[in-house]
């Protein structure tokens, strides 16, 4: 079984642009979060999608967004890039079918973005 | 602040040593914990989990314990090897997933021959 695809794995962007990650979960698997790892905030939670429905969110600003697709594939967007956004984003995906039955995650291997 | 936290950000141990990963959260609502390993250059990896109706649960050479009184986890690995080399991080969710997983800084176990 294939595991969390995410690309692209290393992207360089500079202040004010925007960036389009992208993430496959694992097949069968209907629910993708997102996080933000930084040397200085560690893990951070972003925002879930299951069935195509943003189910949970973190305290991320709105420049943070995402989508997900029919086939349980999803993108997060990130506009008008800061320095700070500089980060390995991780996406993973859980087959949790519920919102109050939390299953273990299965991570990528991230996309890390550098903003210059 | 952060609800979840580990004690030492470094662990040294010598190969073969057993070792302990402490980490300690305040939230008392929080209700199921999860260990994971990221190895330099990649995602985070599940090692093991426990909910808060146990206090232990082991698996291949790993044992988390769970101390609900003093809200501490602590991660036991035993005979470490090379590859057990990585930063550890626990993590945290409080009622079944609506915030997410609230992880640790990590620890770094560093493997000595």
């Known amino acids: 079984k294939a595991g969390v695809t995410q690309t692209p794995r290393y992207l360089i962007k500079t202040r004010g642009q925007q960036v389009t990650l992208s993430c496959s979960p694992i097949s069968g698997h209907r629910s993708v979060s997102w996080y933000q790892q930084t040397p200085g905030q560690g893990l951070q939670f972003l925002f879930e999608?299951?069935?195509?429905?943003?189910?949970n969110k973190g305290n991320f600003p709105g420049r943070f967004s995402g989508r997900q697709f029919s086939n349980s594939r999803s993108e997060m967007n990130v506009s008008t890039l800061e320095l700070g956004d500089s980060a390995l984003y991780l996406c993973a995906s859980s087959s949790s079918t519920s919102g109050r039955k939390f299953g273990e995650l299965f991570f990528g291997e991230g996309s890390r973005l550098t903003v210059l | 602040g952060e609800s979840v936290g580990l004690h030492l950000p470094t662990l040294s141990v010598q190969e073969g040593d057993n070792s302990i990963i402490n980490c300690a959260y305040s939230?008392?609502?929080?209700?199921?914990f999860i260990w994971y390993k990221q190895e330099s250059g990649k995602g985070p990896q599940f090692i093991i989990d426990i909910r808060s109706n146990m206090d232990k649960r082991q698996g291949q050479r790993v044992t988390v314990l769970l101390n609900k009184t003093v809200k501490h986890l602590s991660l036991q690995i035993a005979a470490t090897q090379p590859g057990d080399s990585a930063v550890y991080f626990c993590a945290e969710n409080v009622g079944g997933g609506a915030d997410g997983l609230t992880f640790g800084k990590g620890t770094h176990l560093i493997i000595q021959p």
């Open positions: 999608y299951f069935s195509e429905t943003q189910r």
């Open positions: 939230n008392s609502a929080s209700d199921y």
